[in-house]
């Protein structure tokens, strides 16, 4: 009667271990396809971030939140006075910056103020249609001239100052032509922190939008997983028979008792 109970319980262990290799299966199934789902579902809030990210980088050159070297160009000035005297210099700019451009820029004496203080204006005329030669002929005309002949400057700066020192008292105001020039020379620098704050800022502003976009999307999407993990739940479920691990229990039970009596 052993053996018998040996043998029984020995093929009800095989059904029982069935039953489990199903529900491991069942549950790798549907811990992949749910989990797929879900990050399908969360994939506008990945890609709301994941694209300007990817603009930042590859059109802009910039990672937000970090001051990363970039490119600085070299930009050559070449500024011719009234009376053909040159001087040079160059610097390092960013490329957004940089292009070739002939100024000439009239530079107010100093003018003291109610309050004491001092303020001078500097006007810029930009000039592409015109050549160097007949520039450097136009710097040599009295600025009120140059003023009258190309009316509207292309920028006006006012500069102050609390007080100046009796060299600035006596200048006069002065007319310069410069000549910017772009070249393909390049350094890494490290980025400034104001360059670097505004572009975070544009940066988040782009994901906030990015992120309201993808809320709809993904409310949409939500419903539809509840659905399908429904659907999944009832596809690959979790079984268990009640009856066939009552049986084996109670033949285990049987056979502890058989076991006893001997």
């Given at each position: 009667m052993s053996e018998d109970l040996q043998k029984e319980i020995k093929e009800i262990k095989k059904e029982v271990n069935k039953e489990r290799i199903t529900n491991i299966k069942n549950s790798s199934i549907r811990n992949l396809k749910i989990n797929g789902k879900r990050l399908l579902t969360n994939a506008p809030f990945v890609i709301a971030i994941a694209v300007p990210l990817g603009i930042s980088k590859v059109l802009l050159d910039d990672i937000p939140f970090i001051r990363t070297n970039e490119k600085r160009y070299k930009e050559t000035i070449t500024e011719i006075n009234s009376n053909e005297e040159l001087s040079y210099q160059e610097q390092y700019i960013q490329e957004r910056n940089l292009y070739n451009k002939k100024i000439i820029s009239i530079t107010s004496k100093w003018l003291e103020q109610e309050d004491g203080s001092f303020y001078?204006?500097?006007?810029?005329?930009?000039?592409?249609?015109?050549?160097?030669?007949e520039l450097i002929q136009d710097i040599k005309e009295l600025?009120?001239?140059?003023?009258?002949?190309?009316?509207k400057p292309t920028e006006e700066i006012v500069e102050t100052k609390k007080d100046i020192t009796e060299e600035e008292?006596?200048?006069?105001?002065?007319?310069?032509?410069?000549?910017?020039?772009?070249?393909?020379?390049?350094i890494y620098a490290k980025q400034n922190s104001k360059d670097n704050i505004y572009k975070t800022i544009e940066f988040l502003v782009l994901v906030f939008i990015a992120e309201l976009s993808a809320l709809g999307y993904h409310s949409e999407l939500n419903t539809d997983l509840k659905e399908y993990i429904n659907k999944v739940n009832k596809k690959y479920p979790k079984i268990y028979n009640n009856k066939l691990h009552k049986e084996l229990s109670a033949k285990q039970e049987e056979l502890e008792k058989v076991k006893v009596k001997k």
């Amino acid at each position: 009667m052993s053996e018998d109970l040996q043998k029984e319980i020995k093929e009800i262990k095989k059904e029982v271990n069935k039953e489990r290799i199903t529900n491991i299966k069942n549950s790798s199934i549907r811990n992949l396809k749910i989990n797929g789902k879900r990050l399908l579902t969360n994939a506008p809030f990945v890609i709301a971030i994941a694209v300007p990210l990817g603009i930042s980088k590859v059109l802009l050159d910039d990672i937000p939140f970090i001051r990363t070297n970039e490119k600085r160009y070299k930009e050559t000035i070449t500024e011719i006075n009234s009376n053909e005297e040159l001087s040079y210099q160059e610097q390092y700019i960013q490329e957004r910056n940089l292009y070739n451009k002939k100024i000439i820029s009239i530079t107010s004496k100093w003018l003291e103020q109610e309050d004491g203080s001092f303020y001078r204006t500097i006007k810029n005329f930009e000039l592409e249609d015109k050549t160097i030669y007949e520039l450097i002929q136009d710097i040599k005309e009295l600025p009120q001239v140059i003023e009258d002949k190309y009316k509207k400057p292309t920028e006006e700066i006012v500069e102050t100052k609390k007080d100046i020192t009796e060299e600035e008292k006596g200048q006069e105001t002065t007319v310069v032509l410069k000549i910017y020039e772009k070249n393909k020379e390049y350094i890494y620098a490290k980025q400034n922190s104001k360059d670097n704050i505004y572009k975070t800022i544009e940066f988040l502003v782009l994901v906030f939008i990015a992120e309201l976009s993808a809320l709809g999307y993904h409310s949409e999407l939500n419903t539809d997983l509840k659905e399908y993990i429904n659907k999944v739940n009832k596809k690959y479920p979790k079984i268990y028979n009640n009856k066939l691990h009552k049986e084996l229990s109670a033949k285990q039970e049987e056979l502890e008792k058989v076991k006893v009596k001997k």
